[in-house]
């Protein structure tokens, strides 16, 4: 996990129902800020915290894209694709694995 978030802090995010929301969003295709709050029905200022706090830990990155009219817009993806949980006497550990490379286009499980 590269170090930037705790198990406490994986598992908090993790219990969060609208994180998990745009986790799941943004795993299928990466989106905008705007579209995940019209597809989630998500106002605009949850969804921005929601991302903040997601992007700190290192679960979603943002890539700015200029459009042919000048305008910036930022597109969030997904970076990981895995989360293991383990429970030991000492406590819980949340570990997540990251993605290699990030890709716009997402495959289903088992899809060649």
Known sequence: MDGRASSD???DILGDT???ALLVALR???RTAKELGETLDLSLPTVYR???RLCECGLVSSTTEVR???THRRRYDCDFDETVVSLSVEGFRAEVRLTPTVSSERTE???D
């Open 109 to 111: 499980p088992g899809a």
């Open 50 to 52: 929601r991302l903040d």
């Open 68 to 70: 042919d009219d000048g």
């Open 18 to 20: 609208e994180s998990r």
């Open 9 to 11: 802090e994986l598992l």
């Open 28 to 30: 299928r295709e990466s």
